[in-house]
């Protein structure tokens, strides 16, 4: 499933997308998810890295979408950006962003497509959703595919991932229900684990990597029967 943004003040113009990116998905086979935002204020105090693509104007009335881009790009440095615009001039600029591409007003299809089937192929086929968190050194966005396990320790989180290990300030509850839906379970009351990693279960403990977590009475049936769900 791939998250789009479709971030456009005028009604006509996000209509045009949002019926654009419909067609590509149905040509294409695609998944693509859409969101839409009628100005940029209000992708950027939503944003928690969880788009894939952005389609951003840039000429709205209270933050334009060159602004909106340069705060995303602060915490969010894979989200694809591309630029919709009446004016070449202010897509150059895109750039300085790291935009993609732009696409020029009045929008047809086809140009649309392959700008969009550009972005598609550019993101990472094995980890196309992201879990954005902050701690004292500032904001890390992590691929949720590269998660091994999550560790409560206190009022701290320890994300495990196959490259590193990062701390956040957060309660488990919080993770959880964000990665409801990506095979995430608790093997006991401080662990949650990617079911994609278990390698198997031994001594009353969930095999990961060279770790051994311990799964927990209360919690065993209801983890196996979601393990095998999973395999």
């Known amino acids: ?34 969101t839409r935002y009628t ?10 890295g969880q788009y894939d693509i952005i389609l951003m104007d840039i000429k709205m009335k209270y933050m334009d979408g060159m602004s909106a881009a340069e705060q995303i790009r602060k915490i969010d440095p894979q989200v694809i950006i591309i630029f919709i615009t009446n004016m070449i001039q202010y897509a150059i600029k895109g750039y300085a962003v790291d935009a993609l591409d732009y696409v020029l007003k009045p929008v047809e299809y086809f140009p649309f497509s392959k700008t969009l089937e550009k972005a598609v192929e550019r993101l990472p086929h094995d980890t196309k959703h992201y879990l954005t968190v902050s701690n004292k050194d500032g904001t890390v966005k992590l691929a949720v595919a590269s998660i091994k396990y999550i560790e409560s320790q206190g009022h701290n989180l320890s994300f495990h991932t196959k490259d590193e290990v990062v701390t956040i ?16 379970f608790r093997c006991n009351k401080g662990c949650l684990v990617n079911l994609s990693f278990v390698e198997g279960i031994r001594d009353g403990c969930a095999v990961v990597g060279n770790e051994m977590l311990p799964v927990s009475r209360a919690r065993k049936n209801d983890f196996m029967e979601a ?3 999973f395999l």
């Open 1 to 34: 499933m791939i998250n789009i943004a479709i971030v456009e003040d005028e009604e006509e113009y996000a209509g045009t997308l949002s019926a654009y990116i419909s067609r590509y998905v149905r040509e294409s086979g695609n998944d693509l998810v859409q």
């Open 39 to 48: 100005d940029g204020s209000g992708i950027v105090d939503d944003y928690k």
């Open 169 to 184: 300030t957060a309660t488990m509850k919080s993770v959880e229900k964000e990665l409801a839906a990506e095979h995430f």
């Open 227 to 229: 393990l095998a769900d």
